[in-house]
Antibody, heavy 125, light 108 residues
Framework: QITLKESGPTLVKPTQTLTLTCTFS??????????VGWIRQPPGKALEWLAL???????RYSPSLKSRLTITKDTSKNQVVLTMTNMDPVDTATYYC?????????????????WGQGTMVTVSS | EIVLTQSPGTLSLSPGERATLSCRAS???????LAWYQQKPGQAPRLLIY???SRATGIPDRFSGSGSGTDFTLTISRLEPEDFAVYYC?????????FGQGTKLEIK
């Protein structure tokens, strides 16, 4: 059974750097094809894709946020870490991590099939 | 970057009715890498449809997806009370992913 759980600060000040951790079980990021993505959702608004990392350290970022984001993985701890610099009140949102994979047999990517419960981050002085 | 536009913004229907939700892409979505998610208040999104038309594990067959290229549709054949929620489309599988702005399906 695959599960993911996000953790990190609930409150950060403007200009600070946010560090979020996604701790997962039921799969390994050392397994070929596996990936973990980050998505956020401001209160009452739509989902926004942020970043994605695959088992081979292939990393992808939202163009609008690329300069502020870094995604890394710690395979031994079953964790993926997302850092976002220069936080602003507009970054207030629930941040989700989610599982995805590339199926080598079919040659197709999966969507985000399993999601964490999300963690709410408020940016305020 | 592919921009996804969902319509309508809000859809008011009664249980038992048929729901048709639209998702239009600003450019062709490769290999039909189009997914649909359902989100209820206070919950994480749940994957309903992937590859434009394949149902995810455990999704009832009243949910169906269709389309290709730039035009995609999610159809709920006969609405159950638990289907009233917000629905998002997403394109994936390329270097950059994106979500639509959502369609709220509310009880009439």
């Amino acid at each position: 059974q695959i599960t993911l759980k996000e953790s990190g600060p609930t409150l950060v000040k403007p200009t600070q750097t946010l560090t979020l951790t996604c701790t997962f079980s039921g799969f390994s990021l050392s397994t070929s094809g596996v990936g973990v993505g980050w998505i956020r959702q401001p209160p009452g608004k739509a989902l926004e894709w942020l970043a994605l990392i695959y088992w081979n350290d292939d990393k992808r970022y939202s163009p609008s946020l690329k300069s502020r984001l870094t995604i890394t993985k710690d395979t031994s701890k079953n964790q993926v870490v997302l850092t976002m610099t220069n936080m602003d009140p507009v970054d207030t949102a629930t941040y989700y991590c989610a599982h995805t994979y590339y199926d080598f047999w079919s040659g197709y990517y999966s969507a985000f099939d399993i999601w964490g419960q999300g963690t709410m981050v408020t940016v305020s002085s | 970057e592919i921009v996804l536009t969902q319509s309508p913004g809000t859809l008011s229907l009664s249980p038992g009715e048929r729901a048709t939700l639209s998702c239009r892409a600003s450019q062709s979505v490769s290999s039909s890498y189009l997914a649909w998610y359902q989100q209820k208040p206070g919950q994480a999104p749940r994957l309903l449809i992937y590859g434009a038309s394949s149902r995810a594990t455990g999704i009832p067959d009243r949910f169906s997806g269709s389309g290709s290229g730039t035009d995609f549709t999610l159809t709920i054949s006969r609405l159950e009370p638990e289907d009233f929620a917000v629905y998002y489309c997403q394109q994936y599988g390329s270097s950059l992913y994106s979500f639509g702005q959502g369609t709220k399906l509310e009880i009439k």
